[in-house]
């Protein structure tokens, strides 16, 4: 827990330098209201503006540079476990979205890919 809390801090530190609007959400910020739950991830809403989803995205990764998420291996033994119980229509449709806001059409493509070929 400790490294989420010193990596949070040091995005809301570049977040506030750059003055990007954010808040805060997910179990980090339950725990703040009395409500703990066991999390490995801290969520945050930023307010984009004045910028492109491009711009603010090289603007991050000068600060935090993009590295390989070894988690991705992963998703094909959860789509094994998983076959038959997933909401894929809803995981496609989030994924459609995040592929758009970050120009990158291969995380739809990749999903698909290990769908169909499981």
Avoid at 34 to 42: F, K, L, M, S, V
Avoid at 95 to 108: G, M, R
Wanted: proline share 5%.
């Amino acid at each position: 827990m400790i490294f989420q809390i010193k990596a949070l801090q040091k995005v809301i530190a570049f977040l506030e330098e750059n003055k990007i609007p954010f808040v805060i959400i997910g179990g980090i910020a339950n725990a703040e209201r009395g409500r703990p739950r066991a999390t490995e991830d801290a969520d945050l809403k930023v307010l984009i503006q004045g910028q492109t989803i491009s711009e603010f995205r090289q603007l991050a990764e000068r600060r935090f540079p993009p590295h390989r998420r070894p988690w991705l291996g992963k998703i094909e033994g959860i789509l094994i476990r998983q076959r038959g119980k997933l909401d894929v229509e809803y995981i496609q449709q989030w994924l459609t979205q995040f592929s758009e806001a970050l120009e990158n059409p291969e995380i739809l493509t990749r999903f698909n890919q290990l769908y169909n070929t499981i």
